[in-house]
């Protein structure tokens, strides 16, 4: 590998780490970029999921603020996000790429679609719920199975899980934006951490490419963290719906 590609495997990591904490999708910079670079698919993809896991601390560290009082919350749906990460995982190693390219695109449009019109259905929602007692702090009753189907698309591949997260938290928990992509950062940090262990045990790594990586996404994350907490609600939905769309599009294409 030469000087410039190490620099520039640096920089998609960096580049990918910001956009993992302010959305997610950072996977369709680093991936591409590494296949470019002669990177076998597999290994590039596992690569890439260890190389993530440094910046995913980073951007959930950069947005501890918001999770002040978060505490069940987050610890109840991260084993949603365990269970399913360590499934997708196992799936990615066990199954043909083949499996899920029909159904990703579907997820991905989905989570688009639910953060543009969240508003709307986050207040339906939450009238059927009030007149049930109201909604809880962890959210209404399908949001821990839909974090944790979530996960195993996250421990498969993982881009624009981040788009589906916020899509959930979005509808299913009364809480902002913010605290939502605060929360986000913690359960996309849980799925990439258990599907980085399962690939270190049995997969093969190109340490010096996750290392580049985890350079980049490190300092991305705290860039991420900064520039995200700028944005409005309104500016947030719209950002999320533009990376979901490019997601969309790279994927089909």
Not at 5 to 34: D, H, K, Q, W
Not at 130 to 159: L, M, N, Q
Request: proline share 4%.
């Amino acid at each position: 590998m030469s000087p410039l590609e190490m620099v520039l495997i640096t920089l998609a990591g960096v580049a990918a780490g910001t956009i993992n904490t302010v959305v997610g999708s950072g996977t369709l910079i680093t991936f591409p970029t590494l296949l470019a670079f002669g990177v076998p698919p597999v290994t590039a993809n596992v690569s890439n999921n260890v190389g993530l896991v440094p910046g995913n601390v980073s951007g959930a560290i950069g947005y501890r603020r918001e999770l002040a009082g978060q505490r069940s919350r987050v610890i109840r749906l991260g084993i949603a996000s365990l269970l399913g990460g360590t499934v997708g995982a196992v799936l990615l190693l066990v199954l043909p790429s083949s499996a899920f390219d029909a159904i990703v695109p579907v997820l991905i449009a989905l989570g688009v679609v639910l953060v543009i019109f969240g508003p709307r259905i986050q207040r339906a929602v939450a009238a059927r719920a009030e007149s049930r007692g109201g909604i809880p702090d962890h959210g209404v009753w399908w949001v821990w199975p839909a974090v944790a189907a979530a996960g195993v698309y996250g421990g498969y591949f993982g881009a624009a899980q981040g788009v589906l997260l916020m899509a959930v938290l979005g509808i299913g928990v009364a809480d902002t934006m913010q605290r939502h992509t605060a929360t986000k950062n913690v359960l996309a940090l849980v799925v990439n951490l258990v599907a980085a262990v399962v690939f270190v045990a049995v997969a093969d790594i190109d340490w010096t490419v996750a290392g580049l990586i985890a350079l980049g996404s490190v300092v991305g994350g705290q860039i991420g963290a900064t520039v995200g907490r700028r944005l409005s609600p309104h500016l947030m939905r719209g950002v999320i719906a533009v990376v979901g769309i490019t997601a969309l599009v790279a994927l089909l294409v």
